[in-house]
């Protein structure tokens, strides 16, 4: 994506013009030495296995400042190794709207839970969870359209946010690798309608004591992912009408602080996704059967931080379908070839637990992260794996260390 | 019957105008208690930190943007030490905020000249933050406050000014006070933990020689330590000041090795008990520091 970095010294050479319009310009690195037992979907062993992988998983600029009192703009470009390409570029007009409204409009991670908002560099863990991977995409619920988001008039911290969106969640690429996969071609490939999708999260905030915090918010989705007419979801089928998926969420979180730089930490999510489906495999005279698959994913995790650079925790991650490590992948954990359709996976799973424990030389600046995964696989039924031969997978072990470098300016740390 | 609840109500309605306060929110206890001291009982004081907080890492709560959203002013420390609070402004999505950099008109110390970046550690480009630890800044923070106040609330502009002239007089009438009791420590050599007390160090004639921290915000290393125990040995080193949000391990080893004593100084009002506003805070500093001599 050649025209992102063009974009970005453009705006960073204007910066570097005017004083009063210089931007904050900041750059962060991910790296990754890891090793583990990995098989390809056919159950034959990886380059990568066993041996010391290196990856320089993530280079992000960001570009943000404000551009007057009222509206500031934040530009993410990422580079996971195959170019660079534009993960966020949105403006927001922060204050002076009635009604304690905000607004924003561009590209950006939606607020789906709690989580999908942060960028991974910034998780105390290592990689995004997969039930995000499976059901939102590979860098999350991403997506073009306009928020609105408003506090609520009560005697705490509530919020409203809403979203009205193209619906690049369900698109095929929005979940890796579709073209390997022939479940997936059944049902998403090349969304076929330019409607809207809507989704929205209310979440409240809350002091407990005077140490703790808890926030809690419920989120919900609803759209089209293929309307009438496209291959295995119209009346030219099966008489059907539109395909339409609704996903719901609900998210916690909870940090205790004994003082500046100790807290404790725990959060989780629970995602439910409700699709309409076509299967071509039945008896049908008319070709398919027409039904809904219920899937559900989440995770938990506990984050102890301590001595201001020191944190440990433990990471519990589920998802429907089968994760599945390539031979080609650039990352382990990114790129699975068995998962495409995975979000239509209502027998399959796999479970990981992730151990992390890290160091930071400087707050953000320079982060260490010890980790060690492992996660393993339910095949209860092969006929919805891309290697249906599949009968079952052995648990997979990763441990590695990460190397988080951060350029710029302090970031605050916020809830 | 009628009239009679009209004029209730607009008697009610004129009630609630006239106790309707200016709502201020601060970035630092010391801005609020500044604060305090101008807007009197017209105004209702808030602060975000606490007085044991570390200004340079504080977290950005949602319940500090619903605050600062019903305030009327914010008032930040500025020059670099509370960047968090532009995210609770921002936050806040309050667009009639009057938000004050206090460190307006203040005389910074330790302004770094030359190419900046982080290799010398959390070096602030405008100078050392801890402007307020000099009394005499204290005036300038008043006014800059004056100055909000009196726009957000132009009808008490008497009284506000009668309050700043109030507080300028405590502060000019302590620092004599202070100023006598300081001459003791004239020809005192301190260690700090992180670079906060050049300003009062220069207020009250005491020499900071060195820093635990090896660079601003750099945890303590073992070869930086043992420079500085050989700093305080051939420099006579006595008095250790430790801020309360720092690790007492380090300071403590170093003061087991140099014989010198580790004071709990509070660079805020209320990071200890005795330090309950601006005045307290110089009166509980200046008696720690005294206690050595």
Known sequence: MRTAFCLLLILSMVGA????TQPDISAIGDFRAFSGNYVDADGVKTARNGTLNMRFNELELAING?????????IFIANHGDGFEIEEAFGSILRGLPLNMQVKAGRYLVDF????????????????????RIMFGFDGFIDEGVNINFLLPTGFYGKLSLNALRGKIFEADAHGHAEESAVEEDHVEGRNTEDPIFSGRLSLFVPIGEKGNL???ASGLYGLYAAAGAEGSGSDLAGFDDM?????GLDLKYKYRWSDYTSLTLQGELIGSRRDHFAEDTTLTLG????QVNTIGGFGFVDLRFLKRYSIGLMVDYAPGIFDGGEEDYNPVEEPNNTSAAIFDDQNSSLAITLFSGFSLMEETTIFRLFGRMTTYDIKDRSQLVNTAMTSKDDEITVGLQMIWSLGPHKPHEF | MKKLLIVIGVLFGLTGLAMAKVAIVASSTDLASIAKEIGGDLAEVNSIAQGRSNLHYVEVLPSYMLKVSKADIYLKVGLGLDMWADAVIDGSRNGKLIVVDCSTGIETLERPSGRIDASMGDIHPQGNPHYWLDPANGVEIARNI???????DPENLTIYQVNFEAFCLKVENNLVKWRKEAESLKGLSVVSYHNTWPYLAKAFGFEVVGFIEPKPGIEPTASHTSQLIDLMKSK?????LREPYFSPRAPESIAKATGATVLVAPPSVGAVASATDYIALFDTLLSLLKATR
Do not use: C, Q, W
Not at chain 1, 113 to 132: E, I
């Open chain 1, 17 to 20: 013009a005017s004083a009063v």
């Open chain 1, 66 to 74: 404000n551009l007057n009192p009222y509206t500031r703009a934040d």
């Open chain 1, 113 to 132: 839970g709690k989580l999908n908002v942060s960028h991974p560099h910034a998780y105390p863990f290592v990689d995004r969870p997969l039930a995000h």
């Open chain 1, 215 to 217: 926030e809690l918010g």
């Open chain 1, 244 to 248: 339409s998926a609704t996903m719901f």
């Open chain 1, 288 to 291: 398919g059967e027409f039904g």
């Open chain 2, 146 to 152: 004056l100055t909000a106040i009196t726009k957000a």
């Open chain 2, 236 to 240: 006579e080193v006595r008095v250790i």
